[in-house]
T-cell receptor
Framework: DQQVKQNSPSLSVQEGRISILNCDYTNSMFDYFLWYKKYPAEGPTFLISISSIKDKNEDGRFTVFLNKSAKHLSLHIVPSQPGDSAVYFCAPGDQGGSEKLVFGKGTKLTVNP | DAGVIQSPRHEVTEMGQEVTLRCKPISGHDYLFWYRQTMMRGLELLIYFNNNVPIDDSGMPEDRFSAKMPNASFSTLKIQPSEPRDSAVYFC?????????????FGPGTRLTVT
């Protein structure tokens, strides 16, 4: 049973446009949410996070939105750049448990010049 | 900071052989995680340690898999005997509860191929 779903395996956008990556979760105990970025032949690297007490967190070109009632979060990248081409993972966790994260299967973003 | 170090980066072995993957976490981190990435299952948590003690090994697929953390700076994941379906990329990650960010730092991974 997948607790975290990233229903779009891939996404292709033009340079300069907005990229929107989506993530749905089922576990209502999740109270913090991380996004990771992964390039080929490298380990995932942390990108941005949001806690359940917020509905938006912004860091430069990256913004994460959280809709707790819908158990949905999204990552917006604007403007998109070719260097953003990577696999993006949604990874929520539960503060009451431990430092453990549950990773989605990822969305491969391709930004075309 | 050298980051999380994993060795070897690539491992090719024959079915039935023992495989040992190694990880050195970031100094000062008190959590260590082992993950496996496959096309079918994505990035799945195998086991994690807190202060060198295994906390949750429910993700370890079979008794053929074992993990140890003899000290704060070293961990191993062993597969004995290995099977072709164990072929995957294995990641080690570490984190610090003192930071209160839940951010995990990943190593570059070990690509395992079992023929």
């Amino acid at each position: 049973d997948q607790q975290v779903k990233q229903n779009s395996p891939s996404l292709s956008v033009q340079e300069g446009r907005i990229s929107i990556l989506n993530c749905d979760y089922t576990n209502s105990m999740f109270d913090y949410f991380l996004w990771y970025k992964k390039y080929p032949a490298e380990g995932p690297t942390f990108l941005i996070s949001i806690s359940s007490i917020k509905d938006k967190n912004e860091d430069g070109r990256f913004t994460v939105f959280l809709n707790k009632s819908a158990k949905h979060l999204s990552l917006h990248i604007v403007p998109s750049q070719p260097g953003d081409s990577a696999v993006y993972f949604c990874a929520p966790g539960d503060q009451g448990g431990s430092e453990k994260l549950v990773f989605g299967k990822g969305t491969k973003l391709t930004v075309n010049p | 900071d050298a980051g999380v170090i994993q060795s070897p980066r690539h491992e090719v072995t024959e079915m039935g052989q023992e495989v040992t993957l190694r990880c050195k976490p970031i100094s000062g981190h008190d959590y260590l995680f082992w993950y496996r990435q496959t096309m079918m299952r994505g990035l799945e948590l195998l086991i994690y340690f807190n202060n060198n003690v295994p906390i949750d090994d429910s993700g370890m697929p079979e008794d053929r898999f074992s993990a140890k953390m003899p000290n704060a700076s070293f961990s191993t994941l062993k597969i004995q005997p290995s099977e072709p379906r164990d072929s995957a990329v294995y990641f080690c990650a570490s984190s610090s509860s003192a930071r209160n960010t839940y951010e995990q730092y990943f190593g570059p991974g070990t690509r395992l191929t079992v023929t």
